[in-house]
């Protein structure tokens, strides 16, 4: 046989049902022992990956200006909540204006020179070649307008989104060039989700769409549904683990990014994930070692029979019987604790 390993609380639910039912009821030494029982279920092992993560936003995105130039202010801090919209960063208009005026001067320019051109060309004094070039000159220099127009829309920072500040890295006064992140921001719109990171040996096994458990200290007796989102194809080359990311199901809850959380996922469709048998834990009259003792319903003859089986783990208010116990027979809860091998009973009307 093989050796498993009995869970600890198992054995203490079987000795308080053997002590805490005080002494059994005084009956005729033939008359059946009443009893309740339930069915033996088929039930799915699955295999477990336990590991440690840190919470963060599900988007976090890195906020620049457009151009370079000098921070006028920064309206926010780290650990602010701001809204979509709202302004979070300007820079100092003066070049930025500068800019578009000579931007609009040299259009504006270009579309003289264009206009006395078509007029020369008019009177055959201008070729159709310098008129052409003329027009490309303006075409040009329009361009150049809208660019500069661009960049001074883009001279200021605004939220894409409902989130928090979850980091500022600029101050005002400070020059920055364009493109250089100022501020990040976690967008709490999208949700929230875990990373934790896992061994090669247990990455091979998690997929997209694992369910998981979420356990946060700052959060205690609360226990948080997610689903595995993404499994990293290539491993971290400083650790040498392979990051996996866990969407949460959560509604307003005030969550942090940084909460550690415990993480517990059920790997679906792997070698562990096998058929068991599940029965109540009240049906445990003794536990010892990696065994425990039940008794089973015969039910051609009316009796409880003593059985041993090799327990697994608890799930819920179930336990899962690795050998000794097939779907579909009855096992007794109630009234076990008083039974012996052999000892006819009486199934009480609403049992399993």
Same mark, same amino acid.
Not at 29 to 44: G, N
Not at 217 to 242: C, H, L, M, N
């Given at each position: ?19 805490g ?18 069915l ?8 477990? !990956? =336990? *590991? ?19 921070v ?36 504006? %320019? ?13 009177? &055959?004094? *201008? ?6 070039d003329?027009?490309t000159?303006?075409?040009?220099? =329009? ?12 001279? =200021?920072? &605004? ?18 060039? $364009? ?14 989700? !875990? ?47 392979? #990051? ?14 940084g909460?550690?959380? %415990? @993480?517990?996922? &059920? ?11 599940a029965?109540? @834990? ?20 009316? !009796?409880?029979?003593?059985?041993e089986?090799?327990? $697994?783990?608890? !799930? ?6 690795? &050998?000794?116990?097939?779907? $579909? #027979? ?6 076990? *604790?008083?039974?012996?091998? $052999? ?10």
């Amino acid at each position: 046989m093989k050796r498993y390993a009995v869970p600890a609380s198992l054995a203490v639910v079987a000795l308080l049902a053997g002590c805490g039912s005080g002494p059994a009821p005084e009956r005729a030494a033939d008359e059946p022992t009443p009893v309740r029982t339930a069915l033996v279920e088929a039930a799915r092992s699955a295999s477990i !990956v =336990r *590991a440690v993560g840190i919470l963060a936003p599900h988007d976090e995105i890195r906020l620049s200006f457009k151009v370079g130039g000098v921070v006028e202010s920064l309206a926010v801090d780290a650990g602010d909540s701001v809204r979509k919209g709202q302004v979070l960063a300007v820079l100092k208009r003066a070049e930025v204006d500068a800019a578009v005026s000579q931007a609009a001067e040299a259009a504006e %320019k270009a579309r003289r020179d264009l206009e006395r051109g078509e007029r020369l060309r008019a009177d &055959e004094v *201008a070729t159709r070649e310098q008129v052409e070039d003329l027009r490309t000159a303006y075409n040009v220099a =329009r361009s150049g307008l809208q660019a500069a127009q661009f960049n001074a829309r883009f001279a =200021r920072i &605004e939220a894409p989104a409902d989130g928090v500040v979850l980091q500022r890295l600029a101050k005002a006064d400070e020059l920055v060039q $364009g493109g250089q992140p100022v501020l990040v921001l976690g967008a709490t719109d999208q949700g929230w989700i !875990v990373r934790a990171s896992l061994a090669d040996r247990d990455v091979v096994r998690t997929n997209p769409g694992d369910v998981a458990r979420v356990l946060f200290d700052a959060f205690p007796g609360r226990e948080f549904e997610g689903r595995v989102s993404r499994v990293a194809t290539s491993a971290d080359p400083q650790t040498g683990t392979f #990051e996996v990311e866990i969407d949460l199901a959560v509604a307003d809850e005030r969550f942090a990014r940084g909460l550690v959380a %415990k @993480v517990e996922i &059920e790997l679906a469709g792997t070698a562990g994930d096998v058929a068991r048998a599940a029965i109540p @834990v009240a049906a445990i009259v003794e536990a010892h070692g990696p065994g425990a003792t039940v008794f089973v319903l015969d039910a051609a003859t009316g !009796v409880a029979r003593r059985r041993e089986v090799v327990v $697994g783990p608890i !799930v819920g208010d179930r336990v899962l019987v690795l &050998e000794g116990l097939t779907p $579909g #027979e009855q096992v007794v809860t109630d009234g076990a *604790a008083w039974l012996a091998d $052999g000892r006819a009973i009486r199934v009480i009307a609403g049992s399993g």
